[in-house]
């Protein structure tokens, strides 16, 4: 169980909960929307946002890099397939949806809203 995040990935005011498929959802954002090296205390943390934006063209590079990412910090991750990305690199904005399958076979759909400027929205 962990705290539910709002929209703009604060803690939300009433204190909710999420759990199961909500709260991976929720890491699996979180773990992709920190950029590698932010975390002081933990610099293999995360995606490297400038390395996805300067391939968005090439999807399968972009897709190698999200698995990676997600193997690295999910024991339960099976796979990845992108559904859609949406760059818009004169605003820095990044927009990827992805359907995660785990390892029991359970499917989440995560849209990350990425601004490479800064992390999650």
Request: overall charge negative; hydrophobic content about 35%.
């Amino acid at each position: 169980m962990d705290i539910r995040l709002d929209e703009n990935n604060d803690r939300a005011i009433d204190d909710e909960f999420v759990n199961d498929d909500e709260e991976l959802a929720q890491a699996i954002k979180i773990t992709l929307a920190t950029n590698l090296g932010e975390l002081e205390w933990n610099r293999e943390f995360g995606l490297s946002h400038q390395d996805i934006l300067d391939n968005t063209d090439n999807q399968d590079y972009v897709l190698k890099q999200i698995e990676d990412c997600l193997t690295t910090h999910f024991d339960n991750f099976g796979n990845v397939k992108i559904i859609s990305i949406e760059p818009r690199t004169e605003d820095r904005l990044l927009n990827i949806e992805l359907e995660v399958t785990m390892t029991d076979g359970s499917t989440i759909n995560v849209d990350t809203d990425v601004n490479i400027d800064k992390g999650v929205q």
